[in-house]
């Protein structure tokens, strides 16, 4: 709402403050200043730029959804072939707390898609990570945030900006403290971890946040290596003879003042409802061509159908953010941006 005359949201429901857009445009303008355009290669993302592994996965609808969530992918009981790369929120030590992302590429999607230049894709991407919200309620919350990460960011390590980088982690200010609980696990494996979308999506008529958590039974021990890829190498014990199992569950908001959907600091308190089973089939990922692969995959939640449209103005500055960097990062390395077709 922008003003306390303002009419409350209902169900599903955006509201666009005014000056967001200009906000999105500093956002975006300080992701694309702080790639250094020397480094080759460039990783292709701003965040996750360590990556554990993309594997080839299956994507299995249920066949018992309700009437009001059959739409888009959950539209049948059917099945989808899927990338997914699991990666590290920012560090290149596994051993260390950071947070953790699993993206998610549907393909062989038909219909138009929502990204005017990709309308004819056959991809749908989840996006997700291991915590249950975002750290940021608001694009005007996220520019103040930018600007002290390219301080931080800027070149050369003093004392002085150790110190003040350690002053905001630890501060009062809701962003920090979020980031410092959003950056806090430790997992032995990406494969027994559980993700949340954080930010809500349109499925149909309805808003929904998704969850994925995975499906242990039979999966073997894990052996933890210490090892700064630790990770990777749990994945790759674990996939070398055993498949890997995730539900995927959708959550539908039912009340849009406590569960908003323009703040996704929020969590939602409605129940899951399992909408499908994705299966990690035993298999050899760890290849240099598939680390090129999935290096050059880029992963948005605008890539998809218009009954998947990402809400709130956290997604509305994603699709500005990661189309960016997207496009810098692959020119700069000189590779094409292009989804697969299968």
Known sequence: MNSENAKPLGLGEESVPPGEAAGIEKIVAIHLSVTDPKE?????????????????????VAAD?????????????????????????????????????MAIKLVGVPGEKLLEDEKDATTQDFVLI?????????????????EDFRNLKSPGLSLGKVAAGLKLLFSGDYKWKLLR??????????????????????????????????????????????????????MVDHLKAHEARFDFFVQVQTD??????????????????????????????????????????????WHGLSDHRPLGGINRARKAIYRAISRQCHELNGVPRSEPTE
């Not at 080759?40 to 299995?60: I, L, N, Y």
Request: aromatic residues 10%; positive net charge.
């Open 256 to 301: 849009a003042v406590a569960m908003p959907v323009e703040d996704p600091t929020v969590e939602w308190s409605s129940p899951y409802r399992k909408a499908a089973t994705i299966r990690i089939p035993a298999q050899e990922f760890d290849t240099p061509e598939r680390r090129t692969f999935g290096e050059n995959l880029s992963f948005t939640p």
């Open 181 to 234: 609980i959003t950056g806090s696990k430790k997992p032995d494996s990406p494969l027994r971890t559980t993700y949340w979308s954080t930010t809500p999506s349109k499925l149909g008529d309805e808003a929904v946040k998704y969850r994925v958590t995975p499906d242990l039974a039979g999966a073997p021990a894990v052996h933890v290596v210490d090892s700064p890829d630790k990770l990777r190498l749990a």
């Open 130 to 146: 291991d915590n249950p919200v975002f750290f940021i309620k608001n694009v005007a919350d996220y520019v103040p945030f930018m």
């Open 65 to 101: 959804l309700p009437a009001e969530l059959r739409h888009g992918v959950f539209a049948g009981a059917r099945g989808f072939d899927a990338y997914i790369r699991f990666s590290n929120g920012k560090g290149w030590d596994d051993r260390l707390a950071d947070a953790h992302g």
């Open 40 to 60: 080759r290669p460039v990783v292709p993302r701003g965040q996750h730029m360590k990556s554990h592994g993309c594997v080839k996965a299956r994507f299995e």
